[in-house]
């Protein structure tokens, strides 16, 4: 069975800075794309960054210049750098893998509990 865990999570004044990270372990045959999430007092959950196995970003427009992911493909583990946090970016901040199934033959997501950041003042 396949676990995605994430860490990282506290909380920091406005303009500080974060590191989130993201392991997949069990029986891991390949993983697709990676990406983080956040879900805000609120709000449902909205996409903050992908990566694709060969480590092509993307951000949503609201974090770029700020925040940077990365991704070890041997360790199968997943970052994202957050600075400049703002208030806004309070949530719980949640990975998801797309990792292969050999039961169903395709990739499936995976989730992780998720971790919480919280900046104020």
């Known amino acids: 069975q396949v676990q995605v865990v994430e860490s990282g999570g506290g909380s920091v004044q406005p303009g500080g800075s974060l590191r989130l990270s993201c392991v997949v372990s069990?029986?891991?045959?390949?993983?697709?794309?990676m990406g983080w999430y956040v879900e805000a007092p609120g709000k449902q959950r909205e996409l903050v960054a992908v990566?694709?196995?060969?480590?092509?970003?993307n951000y949503v427009d609201s974090v770029k210049g700020r925040f940077t992911i990365s991704r070890d493909n041997r360790k199968s583990t997943m970052d994202l750098q957050m600075t400049g946090l703002r208030p806004e970016d309070t949530g719980v901040y949640y990975c998801?893998?797309?990792?292969?199934?050999?039961?169903?033959?395709?990739?499936?997501?995976?989730w992780g509990q998720g971790t919480l950041v919280t900046v104020s003042s």
């Open positions: 990566i694709t196995n060969a480590g092509r970003p």
């Open positions: 069990g029986v891991i045959y390949a993983i697709d794309d």
């Open positions: 998801k893998a797309a990792v292969f199934n050999v039961n169903a033959a395709g990739y499936r997501d995976v």
